[in-house]
């Protein structure tokens, strides 16, 4: 069970950030009660969710103290009005170092999805990649459309699947090290009310062997000085 302290990142009379850890899945599964946002909600009473993260994803969660914020933010990110930053880990290296990955999403197998040539109702990500050691690299992620298992499939079309995917990633490497998902939600931004807010869950808090054991290197390279 959470405690008010236990994860928070910023609170205000409208809103909490808090950090989700690996793992943890945003809605109950087997057992009421013990998903990420019903411990939020116990130590709150009244709180109300405008986005979602996998349960293989860290990072920065948003919910609202009341209905009329979680309207406003909710659609701050249904109108792109959300800047979001994510990294990933991969092995493998795309044909280019950054792009645009545009496409419509289809579903697929085993409740995952693919990604299509076609552009009706597109996800789109921008991306950029940087070597980290010889077969891994690191990833910049910024969505600019919210669709499920977005960032996965966008990884995935690359041909260089999140390491540590269950859905996407078939990479045969040392489990030991393959400990998490490795797609992390580090910075989010908005302006609500006239008031600019930015927040990152920098990582200092993250889990994960390949994050701590390249995490001078990733955040010279996605906080460049």
Known sequence: MVSKSSGLIFENDKFIVAYKPAGESFHDEEIAGSGFFNQWKRAYQELYPVHRLDKMTSGLMLMAKDSNTASQLSALFAERNVSKLYIALACGKP???????????????????KLERTTNNPAITHFQSFSLEPGLRLYKLMPKTGKTHQLRVAMNSLGTAILGDPNYSFTKTDSAIVDRGYLHAYQLAFTLDGHPYAFKADLAMVDGEMFERHREAITELIDPI
């Open 95 to 113: 044909k280019k170092k950054q792009g645009i990955i545009k496409g419509d999403m289809v579903k697929s197998r085993r409740g995952t999805f």
